[in-house]
């Protein structure tokens, strides 16, 4: 399985960006995709999920309301659209994924694969 995300950059407060994460070795939509953040003063972070199968998000209160997950199967690919961008989103974002076949996002299980971060860098 291999993931890769892409879309970073730098973006005033207030701002908007969408990061993507295409992903491919799944034989089936049996899968979550998790978007995942760090920081150096911060250990990772968690921030949302979506399922493959059928759509499923889960999201942190930290994001929620700001942030939106889609994706479109037939490209493979997760966007991470990000609205109201504040400084303290600056991070390198991750997207990683785990086999899953549940019928709610696994936010909080450990996830086995994982792609290259992108920096987002958001100025005050």
């Known amino acids: 399985v291999q993931l890769q995300a892409f879309g970073g950059g730098l973006v005033q407060t207030g701002g908007s960006l969408r990061l993507s994460c295409t992903v491919s070795g799944f034989n089936s939509d049996d899968y979550a995709i998790g978007w995942f953040r760090r920081t150096p003063e911060k250990a990772r972070e968690g921030i949302l999920c979506?399922?493959?199968?059928?759509?499923?998000?889960f999201y942190m209160d930290s994001v929620e309301g700001r942030f939106t997950v889609s994706s479109d199967n037939a490209k493979n690919t997760v966007y991470l659209q990000m609205n109201s961008l504040k400084p303290e989103d600056t991070a390198v974002y991750y997207c990683?994924?785990?086999?899953?076949?549940?019928?709610?996002?696994?936010?909080?299980?450990?996830?086995?694969?994982w792609g290259r971060g992108t920096l987002v860098t958001v100025s005050s």
């Open positions: 990683a994924a785990r086999s899953w076949g549940g019928s709610s996002c696994p936010m909080t299980y450990m996830y086995r694969y």
């Open positions: 979506i399922t493959a199968s059928d759509g499923s998000t």
